[in-house]
């Protein structure tokens, strides 16, 4: 694999005010309507942003108690970054402005420049972009939400969830708003916590290869994400790809890669998108992982998340609620490349002191469907599999349906009793282990099973929705490990 070492690549600290500015100021804040920029500066108040906040529009006045100055040249202190929630049309005389007052970043939130697809919008954003380059000031967007950063207080327009304060180790760089927004906030209910994250929107100055030299330096970020349409630098970002990929986790998603995708693409951001061949070439050679959807991109992430980095093996024991199950599970895992080895016999034995000989198999994987609804067998069951040094992984199917509605089934406080199990195993030092964990469908399913995916997350086991999903993301994970790259 091509690489280079980590310190040759440039320096991104250049941008590091961008995730911790001392000062934020807001511009295009109304006192009397509800809009953008008064939407953003609510939005940091509530997140609880931790530097000086000013708030800018034209007819002055007061909100939460902010003045609200009528231009950013009003403001006594410095203004490390800005957040731009003007027109389109009125951002080159503002920019101006910004320049004069030393301003070190901008944020444009407006639409209306290069993605219009038209020669007006284009020349607009190569004005503003040479207006805030005469005066140093780093320009983020335009047409994008902007920085997340939790451990500031810093978030995006209405994204002020209590749940999305936890800080983590995950660090992203997202071209589309949309998508930033739901990778934050699926993402952290599946357990995925970040670090930072940006919305980038065209790319017009800082881009991505900005963010992720950034990302690849930052001490807090341990695994990188990024959803891409289009580079503006192709070797530029190619190359960095190549120092960073092999030393922290990278995944990412390529939007625009077939002939739809590049005209919406070209629509959304002005993109201009290279071919899937290219962008499996280049993950492939630089050791990057590339994703097809934001579902995979958080299936890795929660994977890299939770599991320990050391080098391990292929081998899975699995726990499963009924001989069909167990048949799926087997035939997914050793499809994906792992192995299902039969349990041997002292273990089996063991198991049998307290499983029934019929209507079980204790092979591997484990189908004791009677096991599954008494929590101290089940409990017992899992102690004798986590000792067994002959697994790498122990996997646990989890049917809320059947517990719910089979013959046997123990209902919801069994099954919360299972979890539990899970749990305690984990408490006691066992980390190796996955738990899938399927609640679509009916109500009080979803809402069960989300009670119980929560319950587990917060004790650090990674949770899937589908035994496929998790044999795929453990199958990338394994391969990362192994050879720095999947």
Not at 194 to 222: I, M, P
């Amino acid at each position: 694999m091509l690489s280079e070492p980590l310190e040759s690549l440039p320096s991104g600290y250049e941008i590091t005010s961008l995730f911790s500015p001392r000062s934020i100021a807001v511009v295009g804040v109304s006192q009397e309507r509800k809009n953008a920029g008064q939407g953003m500066l609510l939005s940091l108040l509530k997140f609880g942003y931790k530097g000086a906040l000013y708030a800018v529009g034209l007819h002055g006045g007061q909100i939460s108690g902010i003045e609200i100055y009528r231009s950013i040249l009003d403001i006594s202190g410095p203004v490390d970054y800005v957040i731009c929630c003007i027109p389109a049309d009125a951002t080159l005389k503002f920019m101006k402005d910004c320049v004069r007052k030393g301003v070190g970043a901008v944020h444009i939130f407006a639409s209306g420049f290069s993605e219009s697809g038209n020669a007006k919008g284009r020349r607009l954003e190569r004005k503003l972009v040479d207006i805030a380059r005469s005066g140093g000031v780093r320009v983020l967007g335009p047409n994008c939400l902007g920085i997340f950063s939790p451990r500031e207080g810093m978030t995006f327009y209405d994204t002020t969830a209590p749940f999305l304060i936890r800080s983590g180790a995950v660090g992203f760089f997202c071209q589309s708003g949309g998508n930033t927004r739901e990778l934050i906030e699926t993402g952290t209910v599946r357990g995925i916590h970040f670090s930072k994250g940006v919305s980038y929107g065209n790319g017009s100055d800082l881009s991505e290869s900005d963010f992720l030299q950034f990302f690849a330096r930052d001490e807090e970020t341990k695994v990188i994400g990024g959803y891409i349409e289009g580079v503006k630098n192709g070797r530029n970002f190619f190359e960095t790809l190549q120092g960073i990929a092999s030393i922290k986790p990278t995944i990412i998603f390529k939007g625009g890669q077939t002939r739809a995708g590049k005209l919406a693409a070209a629509t959304h951001t002005g993109s201009l998108s290279g071919t899937a061949h290219i962008w499996e070439v280049v993950c492939r050679q630089s050791g990057a992982m590339l994703v097809n959807d934001l579902d995979e991109m958080m299936d890795l992430m929660l994977v890299f998340s939770y599991l320990g980095r050391e080098k391990t093996g292929r081998k899975v024991g699995i726990v499963s609620v009924s001989g069909g199950r167990s048949v799926q599970c087997a035939d997914i895992w050793e499809k994906e490349g792992f192995s299902i080895p039969h349990f041997p016999l002292e273990v089996q034995r063991e198991l049998h002191l307290f499983t029934p000989e019929v209507g079980t198999s204790t092979r591997n994987p484990l189908d004791a469907y009677v096991v599954f609804w008494d929590a101290s067998l089940f409990s017992r069951a899992l102690k004798v599999l986590s000792e067994y040094r002959g697994i790498d992984y122990l996997i646990i199917d989890v049917s809320i349906i059947l517990s719910l509605t089979g013959i046997q089934g123990g209902g919801a406080e069994s099954l919360r009793a299972q979890i539990e199990a899970i749990v305690h195993l984990s408490e006691q030092g066992f980390k190796r282990l996955i738990v899938v964990l399927p609640f679509e469908g009916v109500l009080d399913t979803m809402k069960l099973g989300f009670e119980l995916e929560q319950r587990l997350i917060g004790a650090g086991i990674p949770v899937y929705p589908t035994m496929l999903r998790a044999a795929s993301a453990l199958k990338r994970f394994v391969g990362y490990c192994e050879n720095g790259s999947s």
